[in-house]
T-cell receptor
Framework: KQEVTQIPAALSVPEGENLVLNCSFT??????LQWFRQDPGKGLTSLLL?????REQTSGRLNASLDKSSGRSTLYIAASQPGDSATYLC?????????????FGRGTQLTVWP | SAVISQKPSRDICQRGTSLTIQCQVD?????MFWYRQQPGQSLTLIAT?????????ESGFVIDKFPISRPNLTFSTLTVSNLSPEDSSIYLC?????????FGQGTRLTVV
């Protein structure tokens, strides 16, 4: 069974800091990995998708890396802003499982204060 | 990517009643997924909904409690039946285009 762990569970930083959020998964036979953002009481917004054959993806101030062999991914947020405050979820799609069915971590709750 | 419109966005329901959640996708998707997110927890898959066949439920979830309909490739409903306070959660539907999963806005259910 695929298990996804995210560290830290919560993070509080001043505006402008660069951040690293960590995600690990137990089964390296993944199809892809996605990072999502969730605002309180809301749905999920996809931030970055990394295919299993890729090493990293970038979008604006966000950069996600993937090391499939070690079962790890990191989400790097540059120059954090108060608007980045949200919960960040990591999810993997597993080979041999229904494509689109995701296994989620518990998330990292990020607070960026002015 | 595709867009899912999910409604209602929130509801407060009495014990013993039912709530039906609707998801409408702006393009055809083969499979849709229903997740539950209990307070402070991550997302747990309830079932996978295929068009034209019965939904496939995960361990711990049963059709009598969570009946699902999937009448076509752009629409699905999840009903949460015989509500109890333990059903208070956020419910989310999801689909896939290509290799990327996308989600509805979520339904926050409170059972009183």
């Amino acid at each position: 069974k695929q298990e996804v762990t995210q560290i830290p569970a919560a993070l509080s930083v001043p505006e402008g800091e660069n951040l690293v959020l960590n995600c690990s998964f137990t089964d390296s036979a993944i199809y892809n990995l996605q990072w999502f953002r969730q605002d309180p009481g809301k749905g999920l917004t996809s931030l970055l998708l990394i295919q299993s054959s890729q090493r990293e993806q970038t979008s604006g101030r966000l950069n996600a890396s993937l090391d499939k062999s070690s079962g790890r991914s990191t989400l790097y947020i540059a120059a954090s802003q108060p608007g980045d405050s949200a919960t960040y979820l990591c999810a993997v799609s597993r080979l041999g499982s229904t494509l689109g069915r995701l296994y989620f971590g518990r998330g990292t709750q990020l607070t960026v204060w002015p | 990517s595709a867009v899912i419109s999910q409604k209602p966005s929130r509801d407060i329901c009495q014990r013993g009643t039912s709530l039906t959640i609707q998801c409408q996708v702006d393009s055809q998707v083969t499979m849709m997924f229903w997740y539950r997110q209990q307070p402070g927890q991550s997302l747990t898959l309830i079932a996978t909904a295929n068009q034209g066949s019965e939904a496939t439920y995960e361990s711990g979830f049963v059709i009598d409690k969570f009946p699902i309909s999937r009448p076509n490739l752009t629409f699905s409903t999840l009903t949460v039946s015989n509500l109890s306070p333990e059903d208070s959660s956020i419910y989310l539907c999801s689909g896939r285009t290509g290799t990327e999963a996308f989600f509805g806005q979520g339904t926050r259910l409170t059972v009183v």
